[in-house]
């Protein structure tokens, strides 16, 4: 079914199945179905990600359940390097993306440089990118328990991320 939208350049009223605005010539952008399919397995895949490695693992090594533990305040994310390799492949992913410029490990602490684009997400999905970044950090280096959150263009710092949860400035 056809329907007007309005022109994003002109405001005029074009076809939904328009590829121009006949007006202005802006592009009309059309969301296709697989993109929609395309983002939202990304979506699963991102939270089976988080939800799987801040789970605590357990073994049944000589019948006997137990549970991996440190002398930290985190729950140890999974050292497989399966997992770093995914959260590498994430964290690259981020960059790649726009959402992140680089992360750099200056001291003890890992420095998470966002980008503009980093600031227009939900709160939650804020979370969930800089959890998956401290995991990271976290298996290679048991004092990275807090990331701290800089402007890539200033290089002021904006916040922090730790198992507390996020705080911006």
Request: glycine content about 6%; proline content about 4%.
């Amino acid at each position: 079914m056809t329907k007007l939208i309005n022109c994003k350049a002109c405001s005029n009223k074009v076809s939904s199945n328009a590829k121009t605005c006949p007006k202005c010539g802006n592009p009309i952008k059309q969301t296709s179905v697989v993109t929609w399919i395309i983002g939202g397995m990304f979506a699963i895949a991102l939270g089976l990600m988080i939800f799987i490695d801040d789970n605590p693992k357990t073994s049944t090594s000589n019948n006997t359940p137990t549970t991996k533990t440190v002398k930290s305040k985190f729950n140890v994310p999974d050292k497989s390097i399966e997992a770093q390799n995914k959260r590498k492949e994430f964290i690259q992913k981020l960059i790649n993306d726009g959402y992140i410029h680089k992360v750099e490990m200056p001291g003890s602490l890992p420095h998470v440089f966002v980008k503009t684009k980093f600031y227009d997400l939900s709160f939650d999905d804020k979370q969930s990118f800089l959890s998956m970044i401290l995991a990271y950090y976290f298996v290679d280096n048991n004092n990275s328990d807090i990331l701290v959150i800089k402007d890539y263009k200033s290089g002021k710092n904006v916040g922090q991320y730790s198992e507390r949860g996020l705080k911006l400035n």
